[in-house]
């Protein structure tokens, strides 16, 4: 059930796009003049690209090198929100490393989030999760910040995660 829950909004988020997409708009068969530029298709993609610029300047280019190595340079995280970065070196025993961080609003947060135990060495409240390396903590006037920690070595997840935590409290 805790699936299903965590998979609603990304299936919401990803039928609403896919439908703006496919419609698109080209002034309608009434329209005697150019499109429109309200609601378009270009519009959902600029909104993205704007939120993923916001959302990737949360952590820095070496913050996030430093413990994932060579990246992409972050892309939107459809799963979480917010932005992931993925390592470009390939799997790491197996892995392929990723740091991602989000600010979620409350509903969003309690929907999606493993929100694990209560940690120390981070913000009040926060909780680690140490299955899925998420560290969240209440932030920014009742949303929730997170960073997970997909590295190959599982001792060090949760120190990165606090650390980064630190980092995206600062910043937000």
């Not at 309608?28 to 530029?37: L, R, Y």
């Not at 650390?163 to 600062?170: D, E, H, P, S, T």
Request: hydrophobic share 35%; net charge negative; glycine share 14%.
């Amino acid at each position: 059930m805790k699936t299903l829950r965590k998979l609603a909004p990304v299936a919401i988020v990803a039928g609403a796009l896919a439908l703006v997409v496919a419609c698109g708009s080209d002034g309608g068969s009434t329209s005697s003049g150019p499109a429109d530029s309200s609601g378009t298709a270009d519009d959902a993609v600029s909104a993205v690209t704007e939120a993923k610029g916001g959302e990737c300047e949360r952590l820095t280019a070496s913050e996030v090198t430093e413990v994932i190595g060579p990246n992409d340079g972050g892309q939107h995280d459809y799963a979480l929100g917010g932005c992931v970065w993925t390592a470009t070196s390939g799997a790491k025993d197996g892995l392929v490393e990723a740091i991602s961080a989000t600010v979620l609003s409350k509903n969003e947060y309690e929907a999606v989030a493993e929100v694990g135990e209560p940690v120390t060495g981070s913000a009040d409240g926060a909780t680690y999760d140490t299955i899925h390396g998420e560290l969240w903590f209440p932030c920014r006037s009742g949303d929730f910040c997170g960073i997970k920690v997909n590295i190959s070595d599982p001792d060090k997840r949760k120190d990165v995660a606090t650390r980064l935590g630190k980092v995206l409290q600062g910043r937000v």
